[in-house]
């Protein structure tokens, strides 16, 4: 497993998910900037995602769904903030609707990716998700969230160790 820790700290509204990679922060930062590689690890296994949009400019956004192993289908959207190639990712996160319309039913975070060199040849990357109350980071980590993203890192460093796409 590539998670390396997890903090929660509910007073601060935060979630920290990080993990580490045998891999420079110039190719970790590939697997978000390209749909097609973001597409084979950004959701569980069970839940693969494909991604519709992808524009990681300021300003830019991400649409996507994951599918089920019923063939259900979940939607999910970004709104790009800010970005520093290749160290640093800050979106707004949310779900949708079948039709790619946010979901104001269930909450949005602020999503802030930091990917640090460590040595020469690995990356630490952390993913900080804010919530906007204490009830909506409840309901996202009694959803599932932590153990979630924990299976989709997990499958990052298969990804890194292939040809690079």
């Known amino acids: 497993m590539t998670v390396i820790d997890v903090k929660k700290d509910p007073e601060a509204l935060r979630l920290a998910i990080t993990a580490k990679f045998e891999a420079p922060p110039q190719r970790v930062w590939r697997i978000w900037a390209d749909p097609r590689q973001l597409e084979r690890w950004w959701g569980p296994p069970t839940y693969p995602a494909t991604v519709v949009d992808h524009d990681l400019a300021p300003g830019g956004s991400v ?18 903030r800010s970005v520093d190639v290749p160290h640093r990712l800050e979106f707004e996160d949310g779900f949708a609707d079948d039709s790619g319309r946010p979901n104001p039913d269930l909450p949005t975070t602020i999503v802030r990716v930091l990917l640090t060199a460590d040595g020469e040849t690995a990356t630490v990357m952390t993913i900080e998700s804010t919530f906007p109350s204490s009830e909506a980071m409840e309901q996202m980590v009694s959803m599932g969230m932590v153990e979630g993203m924990s299976e989709a890192l997990g499958q990052i460093e298969a990804l890194l160790a292939g040809a690079a796409v």
């Open 63 to 80: 649409t996507y769904f994951m599918t089920g192993p019923e063939g259900d289908k979940h939607y999910g959207w970004w709104r790009v």
